[in-house]
């Protein structure tokens, strides 16, 4: 992972268009190619970012660049939907470089965990006639709560969460872009499922071709059964 803190603006332009204007940042570049630009707040969230399959360029500054006060850009473009994120770098306080390794993968607990095997006892909740292949089915950047096929054979890719938000989406996406090179499954669709989806995740699950399904824990458990309720 690289880490460069710099004073920096960031343009995005794409399916949507956005403008940082020049602050002092943090810029992480990961293995996988992503980018996720960062100030000193809001939380863990980054104020913009470019996930893959993306490529990373280094550009001169032109005349007019150099005497704004720009000393280097950088060019993130998406492989697939040509949007283009590019950090025009004013000066670089910071500049490193780690080698993380191979991430063990989140360790799930509580209700995440106790969803993910229910669900994988239930897989018809996905979809009618579905079965499941595994739990934690292997990728090179971490295991897939679920991988299942559905009645007519066709591969199914589960992120299981129990608050399901936007990186839980990046996260599925990710593993559907690895799951899809291998012939054996693809093509591979995706399902996000949680106890709650926040309306940003499923706007932008659907707009992938990501299928939300929310879980109710209670009656999944054999506790509440959801046919019986009056309300």
């Not at 104020?47 to 550009?59: F, G, K, V």
């Not at 693809?186 to 399904?213: H, M, N, T, W, Y």
Request: with cysteine; charged share 30%; net charge negative.
């Amino acid at each position: 992972m690289r880490l460069v803190i710099a004073r920096c603006s960031v343009d995005y332009a794409g399916r949507l268009n956005a403008h940082l204007p020049l602050a002092t940042r943090l810029l992480m570049v990961k293995q996988d190619g992503s980018l996720l630009v960062h100030s000193d707040g809001g939380s863990y969230k980054p104020l913009n970012w470019m996930s893959p399959p993306c490529t990373l360029t280094t550009e001169e500054p032109d005349e007019e660049q150099r005497a704004a006060g720009i000393v280097e850009r950088w060019r993130v473009a998406h492989t697939k939907t040509g949007d283009n994120l590019v950090v025009s770098l004013y000066e670089v306080l910071h500049d490193t470089s780690h080698e993380l390794g191979v991430d063990p993968g989140l360790q799930k607990d509580g209700v995440e965990a106790d969803l993910q095997r229910l669900l994988a006892e239930q897989v018809e909740l996905i979809d009618e006639g579905a079965t499941l292949v595994r739990r934690e089915y292997p990728t090179a950047i971490g295991p897939v709560d679920l991988l299942v096929r559905d009645a007519a054979g066709a591969a199914i890719a589960v992120e299981v969460k129990r608050r399901g938000d936007i990186d839980g989406v990046e996260q599925l996406t990710r593993y559907l872009e690895l799951l899809g090179r291998d012939p054996h499954l693809s093509p591979v669709r995706g399902v996000f499922a949680a106890q709650e989806i926040k309306p940003q995740a499923r706007v932008l699950a659907e707009d992938r071709g990501i299928r939300c399904v929310v879980l109710d824990y209670e009656a999944m458990k054999g506790v509440d059964d959801a046919h019986l309720r009056l309300f």
